[in-house]
Antibody, heavy 122, light 110 residues
Framework: QLQLQESGPGLVKPSETLSLTCAAS??????????WGWIRQPPGKGLEWIAIINYRGSPYYNPSLKSRVTASVDTSKNQVSLKVTSVTAADTAVYYC??????????????WGQGTLVTVSS | QSVLTQPPSASGTPGQRVTISCSGSSSNVGHNTVNWYQQLPGTAPKLLIYGDNQRPSGVPDRFSGSKSGTSASLAVSGLQSEDEAVYHC???????????FGGGTKLTVL
């Protein structure tokens, strides 16, 4: 059974770059039919989509974050990565990676990592 | 400000039936299927309903989803204490070319 595990710095200073990785075990990130998503949740708030990526195609980015975000898939390490540049306090959130599944007629995030809290503070 | 609109809270007593609404627009709920996620305290979201009304394997049939136009609903029947959680709706948005979420509804079992 596929499992996802996010890892990150925990604390990032304002204006710096946040780098996160999501390691996949029990499954491969190189399947052409699968997409991988990054979603974040600020403390006490709702979920916000950041990026969706497949190892073969171009990523989809949330337009509100597109200028600061880069997502990638490293099939040799079986992991997915996310970078967010020029962070501010508004980027403080729990960051989740998830597998996007495409059942007939739709798409959904069916497997989620446990999430990693990133705090932006000096 | 979330793209999809949900009530911030809902409540019911054990055994009751509770519904949670999710309102969107023609670019998301109106033209694409709706998913619901359950987030227990301190945990990651879990897929509860996909494709408007389909349950993944292992999800009790007490949970059901429906949709009409640009609004969707999640119903929980035979409410149990372990159903106390935050419920999020989501749908693909054709204008944003990505998924959008509601703000989440905290369900309290009284």
């Amino acid at each position: 059974q596929l499992q996802l595990q996010e890892s990150g710095p925990g604390l990032v200073k304002p204006s710096e770059t946040l780098s996160l990785t999501c390691a996949a075990s029990g499954g491969s990130t190189s399947s052409s039919s699968l997409f991988w998503g990054w979603i974040r949740q600020p403390p006490g708030k709702g979920l916000e989509w950041i990026a969706i990526i497949n190892y073969r195609g171009s990523p989809y980015y949330n337009p509100s974050l597109k200028s600061r975000v880069t997502a990638s898939v490293d099939t040799s390490k079986n992991q997915v990565s996310l970078k967010v540049t020029s962070v501010t306090a508004a980027d403080t959130a729990v960051y989740y990676c998830a597998r996007e599944w495409s059942p007939p007629g739709g798409r959904a995030f069916d497997i989620w990592g446990q999430g990693t809290l990133v705090t932006v503070s000096s | 400000q979330s793209v999809l609109t949900q009530p911030p809270s809902a409540s019911g007593t054990p055994g009751q039936r509770v519904t949670i609404s999710c309102s969107g627009s023609s670019s998301n709920v109106g033209h694409n299927t709706v998913n619901w996620y359950q987030q227990l305290p301190g945990t990651a979201p879990k897929l509860l309903i996909y494709g408007d009304n389909q349950r993944p394997s292992g999800v009790p049939d007490r949970f059901s989803g429906s949709k009409s136009g640009t609004s969707a609903s999640l119903a929980v029947s035979g409410l149990q204490s372990e159903d106390e959680a935050v419920y999020h709706c989501a749908a693909w948005d054709g204008s944003l070319n990505g998924p959008v979420f509601g703000g989440g509804t905290k369900l309290t079992v009284l």
